[in-house]
């Protein structure tokens, strides 16, 4: 709602826009007069005016939309039109815009809802309702609706009705329709009723209070009672399927003070039981899970047994030890099994005593005389509470029961708070404090659903929920507000019939227990089977909705079911009940379709299709002409079978004849990928992936490489690998053992010829060559040429000699490579240029007290370090080459001490006569300040500077305010005793 005021503070009658359904305007409505608006909370809104005759007269008409300034967007329902000669006019009533929701059904299907879900809204009920009326978004939502869950089943009221009462009811929330965004918003009662600073009394803008009682009865006695014999007096500290609630009469305008004294002491007495019960309740049920476990171990012991027994049966009369030793055994652990059962049956019992004393100490007759019970009778007025779909199914245990029956009684209180109270309908006449301008702060303020504190009688206030505005803008005078202590205006009759109509139970209940939540979180069951069953279920439920004319029998023969057909005659499908059978046939029993019974001595169904979602039982035998499978305790039997798995372009196949195959479709062709036939031969296309920490043979699988546990097999991905003596690293291989073969081609390395292992007369011109190293071919020494040892030239493509001595001063062509971890190094010769190269870095190294001399100019490419002391020679000098603009490249010399000093250069300014330089804590730590240094001062300016104070983190400079440049200077750290040290020549 929004009211707005002229320049002169005078109300405006809001503006009146006819458009079509879609929103797109027609013109402004003029001509109007007796304009009347009904804004409602939680309910259709109304407006009513008449227009007369003007331009668009004609398009003025039902089903089109009224944009009203401040109250949003309203369909019109009725229009009459009455015709006074020459002033014809047409009497107009439109509703709010949500009830165009009326027109569309609330088509959903049975199942449980969660409310909303703000990450994924698919499925959720909102979404649903969206689904049916697509041109609304979803606005705000509380949080506190999110993962509330609700089951329904198929509305045959519109959307609208569904959603105002379905739904607000199941989930306990209140809808809020933004007509002009078209926007459903959904609040909890906590946060849709907003406190406000309003009151109304007699002494302000009261004119009467009209107070209406709209509740028929008070109800005091609830009994609350599920699905069939479902209650809530397992979980009821009471013991009965009732609950009480006093309240209301609690005072001595109704009862005797001996009576509200005793039923307060006994409301004490309830509300102080409620935790021993409920710690009791918790008990028994943990219990009773436990019990349940126990016995379904006995059940799995008594099974064991029975199979051990017919195995014992089986090798009558020789049998095992083993089958009479497992059957001891058996008997022992059955029997101390139930001796736990009965312990643990003990234990229940005396925890259901407890909770029957507790019930018996709570009764009325141990806590009222003979005379209060009488009186309370007087105030005890009773109605039912049944929900029905709070069901139990024979597949729940003990603890689902329970649960559910302590879900039951809270639903239940829930009901009972709201009827242990009247409900009544405060109706106002006020000043219009709407149409003045003084009061737009409170106007402001106002809202449907809001409290307003308001005076009902003389010094009598309430705080109800603003229901209803009535705004006549004709009259101003007339205005009304319509107050309650519930969320909707009703009737008298809307709060019984919503609960105990007998021909009514509700349709919505929280199912947050396990049996029945599993399909929500599951996503539902959609498998081929489970269609099956809906449809044909669904398909029988609806002929036994619509059946007719059916013929019941019943006699000696039992119990004869079948359908009289128009013409007289029976229908062949017919049903007949014995003792212990169930028939039918579809053609007058001349055969029969489906049985299920005793059959030959043995309980079963035969037919020709059964469809479940659960088969139990200790053997299952399916059979046909040529196969069979049987399931049992020790485990599936196929004979005379082939299990064939197919989708899309991949097969399993596997039987006794073929052994197991993978195939893959290929050009419209099954190929083998994996084949393992019945001889025990594997055949295999495509690739094996075999994880880490496996092992073939003696072989252990990692993640990059294949190894022998004692380390003698290593193959690696990045191609390294050691077999027994033989090393392979990236290009290179080492054997450290005997080679014997007929021919050796390439490297010999590593002192690899032993003494007698080479003859002279396998020296072929003073050139070793191919297979000319035989046995013995070297001698015990060396090789012996002119009376000299060596050799004087060597000719290969890789020569690996250790020790080599040349006699002559040979000539080395090309260049000299070491490889060593895949890194390469070596010396060339280039332009009368001997260059070393190295991979990595390139390092001399030199005995101790000596060193490498290089006499010449040396050109050295890239970062050098100096691991040592770095001297010049007298008559050298040591300069930075530094490049000009203008001058070209130009040498800095060094400044060099007697002492090692490092220095550092900073410009700081006094102010106030001080400056604090604070020393870079870097440098501080690259010299040592503790054996003093030096600042060196040079002022910016007219003025004088000193050093007032030398610390080991800062110097204070004091003077005249300028600024200053400094230069500081310390010793190195670990040269702060070394003074023009003595040079001495290296031998």
């Known amino acids: 709602m929004n009211f707005e005021f002229d320049i002169n503070k005078s109300y405006e009658i809001p503006i009146i826009t006819l458009c079509n359904p879609d929103f797109s305007v027609i013109t402004d409505v003029t001509n109007i007069t007796n304009l009347h608006v009904k804004p409602r909370f939680n309910a259709v809104s109304e407006v009513n005016f008449d227009v007369y005759k003007n331009d668009f007269y004609d398009f003025i008409s039902k089903n089109r939309l009224l944009k009203i300034q401040g109250f949003g967007y309203f369909v019109i329902v009725s229009v009459t039109e009455t015709n006074e000669g020459t002033y014809p006019y047409k009497s107009i009533t439109a509703y709010s815009y949500e009830y165009i929701l009326n027109s569309k059904g609330a088509n959903i299907k049975d199942r449980t809802y969660k409310f909303y879900d703000p990450v994924s809204p698919k499925d959720t009920l909102l979404q649903k309702l969206l689904e049916i009326a697509p ?377 947050n227990y396990s049996s029945l939540i599993a399909p929500i979180k599951n996503g539902g069951l959609n498998d081929q089977v489970t269609a099956y069953m809906q449809n044909s279920l669904n398909a029988a439920n609806q002929e036994i909705i619509s059946s007719e004319n059916q013929d019941i029998s019943v006699g000696s023969y039992g119990i004869k079911g079948r359908k009289k057909l128009d013409d007289g005659n029976f229908d062949n499908r017919q049903l007949m009940i014995t003792n212990n059978l169930i028939c039918m046939t579809d053609d007058n029993w001349q055969t029969s379709k489906l049985a299920l019974g005793n059959m030959n001595g043995n309980y079963g169904v035969v037919a020709d299709t059964i469809v479940g979602k659960l088969i139990a039982g200790n053997e299952l035998t399916i059979t046909n002409k040529n196969n069979s499978f049987k399931l049992d305790g020790s485990g599936a039997t196929l004979k005379n079978a082939s299990l064939t798995i197919e989708s899309g372009n991949s097969k399993i196949i596997q039987n006794a004849k073929d052994g197991l195959k993978i195939q893959k479709k290929e050009n419209n062709s099954w190929k083998n990928k994996f084949y393992a036939d019945s001889s025990g031969d594997l055949h295999l296309t495509g690739k094996v992936n075999i994880a880490k920490n496996s092992h073939v043979g003696g072989l252990e699988i990692t993640d990059n490489s294949i190894k022998s546990s004692n380390g003698n097999i290593v193959l690696e991905s990045n191609g390294n690998a050691k077999i027994g003596a033989l090393k392979i690293e990236g290009n290179n291989a080492r054997f450290d053992g005997t080679i014997r073969a007929d021919r050796i081609e390439g490297q010999i390395v590593n002192n690899q010829l032993k003494d007698n292992t080479v003859t002279g007369s396998k020296l072929n011109y003073g050139t070793i060559t191919r297979r000319e190293i035989g046995n013995k071919a070297v001698g015990s020494t060396e090789i012996i040429r002119t009376g000299n040892a060596g050799l004087d030239n060597i000719y290969a493509t890789h020569a690996y000699i250790d020790n080599l001595y040349v006699q002559k001063t040979g000539t080395f062509a090309g260049e000299c490579k070491w490889t060593d971890g895949g890194k390469t190094s070596n010396i060339r010769q280039s332009q009368g240029r001997l260059i070393l190269e190295a991979n990595d870095a390139l390092e001399i190294k030199c005995p101790q007290n000596s060193g490498v001399i290089i006499r010449g100019k040396t050109v050295i490419g890239g970062t050098v370090l100096v691991v040592g002391d770095f001297e010049v020679a007298d008559g050298f000098k040591k300069h930075c080459i530094q490049a000009t603009k203008h001058y070209g490249k130009r040498l800095i010399n060094a400044y060099e001490t007697a002492e090692y000093y490092y220095g550092d250069i900073g410009e700081n300014e006094t102010k106030n006569g001080l400056c604090q330089v604070d020393i870079d804590p870097i440098f501080a730590e690259c010299v040592n300040l503790k054996k003093g240094y030096q600042v060196f001062l040079t002022p910016y300016g007219k003025g004088e500077l000193f050093v007032l104070e030398r610390f080991e983190n800062c110097f204070v400079v004091c003077g005249d305010n300028m600024k200053f440049g400094w230069e500081l200077k310390a010793k190195r750290r670990g040269f702060e005793n070394d003074r023009l040290e003595e040079y001495k020549e290296s031998e």
């Open 135 to 511: 041109s609304w978004k979803i606005g705000t939502v509380s949080s506190g609706l999110w993962n509330r869950y609700r089951t329904f089943e198929i509305p045959t009221n519109s959307l609208y009705s569904f959603m105002m009462e379905d739904v607000e009811k199941a989930y306990e929330c209140i809808f809020d329709f933004d007509t002009e965004n078209k926007l459903i918003n959904a609040y909890t009662s906590e946060d849709v009723v907003k406190d406000t600073d309003i009151s109304l009394s007699f002494h302000n803008l009261v004119k009467n209070v009209k107070i209406e009682e709209t509740t028929k009865d008070i109800i005091t006695c609830l009994s609350v009672h599920g699905s069939g014999d479902l209650t809530i007096s397992e979980v009821n500290p009471l013991g009965t399927a009732n609950i009480y609630d006093f309240s209301y009469y609690l005072n001595e305008n109704w009862m005797q003070k001996s009576l509200i004294d005793a039923i307060k002491k006994w409301d004490k007495k309830v509300k102080d039981s409620e935790k021993t019960y409920s710690e009791n309740f918790s008990k028994l049920r943990n219990l009773n899970a436990e019990l349940l476990k126990l016995q379904g171990e006995l059940a799995t012991l008594q099974n064991n047994l029975k199979a051990q027994e017919q195995v014992r049966s089986a090798q009558m009369p020789n049998i095992s030890k083993d089958v009479v030793s497992k059957i001891n055994t058996l008997n022992k652990e059955i029997s101390s099994k139930q001796k736990e059962i009965e312990s643990k049956n003990k234990e229940i019992s005396k925890v259901q005593k407890t909770l029957q004393d507790i019930n018996n100490s709570l009764k009325f007759a141990n806590n009222f005389t003979k005379n209060q019970i009488l009186e309370l009778d007087n105030f005890i007025f009773e109605a039912n509470y049944t929900n029905s779909n709070f069901v139990v199914t024979d597949k729940m245990t003990t603890t689902e029961i329970q649960d559910m029956s302590k879900q039951l009684l809270e639903r239940g209180k829930k009901e009972m708070k709201k009827l242990s109270q009247p409900s009544f309908t405060f109706s106002m006449e006020l000043a219009n404090f709407l149409f003045a301008e003084k009061f737009k702060p409170f106007i402001d303020e106002l809202k449907l659903g809001s409290l307003i504190y308001a005076e009902v009688k003389e010094d009598v206030w309430v705080s109800p929920i603003l229901l209803e505005i009535d705004i006549d803008y004709d009259n101003p005078e007339n205005f009304t507000m319509t107050f309650g202590n519930k969320f909707r205006l009703e009737t008298s009759e809307w709060t019984f019939n919503e609960l105990f109509n007998q021909s009514k139970t509700t349709n919505s209940v929280s199912r």
